[in-house]
Structure formats: structure tokens, C-alpha cells
Nanobody
């Protein structure tokens, strides 16, 4: 079992920034891909960004140039730096660990972008 603990969500005005963090409970998380998903009310969960253990990243088009995913394998932590936030970024953000046997998910953290 692997626990993923997220932090960093909150309420921010349009144009503002937030940084999400996700800490994994086991070292195994350091050698597999991790990512951030989000789910807005009434919508399906979507992949926002992912990163391999080697640092290769992938982003959904709507966040390219605004969000940056990174990881610190020594700390078993993945980050999502979110800049120039828009109201449409409002959602619950979930951390994901992609193991060959199964996926693990964090509990989710709410991000609300509103004036």
C-alpha cells in the first residue's frame, strides 16, 4: 500500500498562483510515473499533468505555459505549480501514482479560482 497526501489547495483570485504538493509514503513512488488529475463539478476526471521518474513531463493543452509539474524523488514528493489561474481551473485536484499493478490516488484538494 502507498498513501499519497496532498496539500496546497485553496481559494485564489484569477491570475493568482498556487502550488500543490503530494507526498508518497513509500520509496517505490520515486521510480514510477506520477501525475495530477482534476475533476470539476459535473465533469469527468481529467489528466492535468504527468511526470516520469526521469523528469519527462506531459500537460493537457489548457494548462500548457501556466502549470509546471516537478518531483523530488529523494522526498518522494511531486509538485504542481499553477500560475495565471483561471476560473475554469476550479476543481478538486488529485495526485496519482501509476504502478504496473494499480493506480494510487490521494484524497483530493480543492482549488477554487474566484474573485
Amino acid at each position: 500500500q502507498v498513501q499519497l497526501v496532498e496539500s496546497g489547495g485553496g481559494l485564489v483570485q484569477p491570475g493568482g498562483s498556487l502550488r500543490l504538493s503530494c507526498a508518497a509514503s513509500r520509496t517505490i513512488a520515486s521510480i514510477y510515473p506520477m501525475g495530477w488529475y482534476r475533476q470539476a463539478p459535473g465533469k469527468q476526471r481529467e489528466l492535468v499533468a504527468s511526470i516520469t521518474n526521469g523528469g519527462t513531463t506531459n500537460y493537457v493543452d489548457s494548462v500548457k505555459g501556466r502549470f509546471t509539474i516537478s518531483r523530488d524523488n529523494a522526498k518522494r514528493t511531486v509538485y504542481l505549480q499553477m500560475n495565471s489561474l483561471k476560473p475554469e481551473d476550479t476543481a478538486v485536484y488529485y495526485c496519482n501514482l501509476n504502478l504496473p499493478s494499480r493506480d494510487y490516488w490521494g484524497q483530493g484538494t480543492q482549488v477554487t479560482v474566484s474573485s
